[in-house]
């Protein structure tokens, strides 16, 4: 075995340990009754590598198959965990909920039709089969998902919400996560089938993974620190004011 290979078990298999640190700390602490989506998600993460870790080395043709059927699931559990932080952000002001969910469902069309016309005319010369597919999958995904957290951001900017909160941690992960998702699987569809290459990209992106997993940890390990609103200098996008306004409409 190489030492790029080894690199890459080792890669392959740390951020999923700290993901049962993650699972623990937040069944202790409560946390994830406040994500059940994150929570979800990272108990499948730890299933599926190792069902993946003993599919490789019982029966390496089931591989590409249990990764692309993980990939799927994955994918729709990350959407969901992309919904639930917009929930989360808004959830002390109704009526700004309303509008999240509303402008979380235009973003996902958009976004999705971009994704979807990028898959099907941007060249590749990759291998055939499930991986093929599933690396497509992944691409097309990432780009849906990194402009829902791009969105989700900005509106975060905008209404002056604290970024020293557990959900900012877990967004920033995901939009870590999403962007170089998005480079990996779109470089290794062009390079082909050169294991070496192959073996490259995923101990890039699997060390890339291990530094979201550990920006999740920090930031649930911490206090939740909100700080209180400064009265001299309140920002000009009053999020009560918002929320009246917004109910008063929606209720005349």
């Known amino acids: 075995m190489t030492a790029l290979r080894m690199l890459w078990y080792l890669l392959w298999i740390a951020p999923h340990v700290l993901q049962v640190m993650i699972v623990n700390l937040m069944y202790r602490r409560g946390l994830y009754k406040r994500f059940p989506a994150f929570f979800v998600y990272t108990i499948f993460e730890i299933l599926q590598v190792g069902v ?9 043709g089931l591989y590409p198959t249990l990764y692309a059927d993980g990939l799927a699931i994955s994918t729709a559990i990350r959407f969901w965990v992309i919904y639930e932080l917009y ?3 808004f959830r002390h002001y109704p009526s700004l909920s309303i509008s999240a969910r509303t402008l979380f469902r235009a973003t996902t069309v958009a976004l999705l039709l ?3 016309g990028l898959a099907i005319f941007a060249p590749s ?4 089969g499930p991986l093929r597919v599933a690396y497509t999958l992944d691409r097309t995904v990432s780009i849906l998902q990194g402009g829902l957290l791009i969105v989700l951001f900005l509106f975060s ?5 604290s970024w020293r909160t557990h959900g900012f941690g877990i967004a920033l992960g995901l939009g870590i996560f999403a962007c170089v998702e998005l480079a990996t699987s779109a470089v290794w569809l062009q390079l082909g089938t050169m294991e070496s290459h192959r073996i490259l990209i995923n101990v890039m992106g699997q060390a890339v993974y291990l530094g979201c997993v550990f920006i999740w940890l920090f930031y649930l390990a911490r206090p939740e620190t909100v700080p209180a609103a400064d009265a001299k200098a309140l920002p000009p996008q009053d999020l009560e004011i918002w929320n009246r306004e917004l109910e008063r409409l929606l209720h005349p």
């Open 52 to 60: 993946l870790l003993a599919a490789s080395q019982v029966k390496r």
């Open 87 to 89: 929930i989360y952000f």
């Open 114 to 116: 971009l994704a979807v």
């Open 125 to 128: 010369v990759g291998p055939d």
């Open 157 to 161: 900017k905008y209404f002056a919400l």
